[in-house]
C-alpha cells in the first residue's frame, strides 16, 4: 500500500488512462448499437413502404389491365414509389444508412420486398 501511495501520479495516469479507453469503448458501442438500430428502422421502413406500394400502386395496374401483367415500366415505377416512400417515412439515421447505399442495392432490396410482400386479403 505504502508503493502504491508513493507512485500516486502514477497511479492517478494509469487510472485516468483506463477511464478513458473505457469510455472511449463505451461510446464506439453505443455508435455501432445506434447504426445497427437505424439499420434495422431503415429495413423496417423497406418493407412498409413496399406493403405500401404494392397494396395500393401495384394492385391497381394489375385490375386496370386486361392480362393482370405488370409491365417493366411499371415495375420500376413501383420501385421509385416505394423509394419516395421510405426516404419520407426514415428517422434522421436511418436515412443516412439508406443514402450510403448504392443505388443498386437499394433498388435491389426494394425489388425483393416488393416480391416478398403479400398482397391484402
Known sequence: MSKLLENADLTDLL????????????????????????QTEAMEQILLATQDVRSSYVEALRQANDDGVVT????QKA?????ALLLARVGPEAKKVVLSWSEERLRGLIQLALD???KPD
Do not use: M, P
Open 79 to 83: 420501385i421509385e414509389l416505394a423509394k
Open 116 to 118: 416478398k410482400v403479400k
Open 15 to 38: 487510472l485516468g488512462l483506463l477511464l478513458t479507453l473505457v469510455a472511449l469503448g463505451l461510446r464506439w458501442l453505443a455508435k455501432k448499437a445506434k447504426f445497427n438500430d437505424a
Open 72 to 75: 417493366e415500366e411499371e415495375k
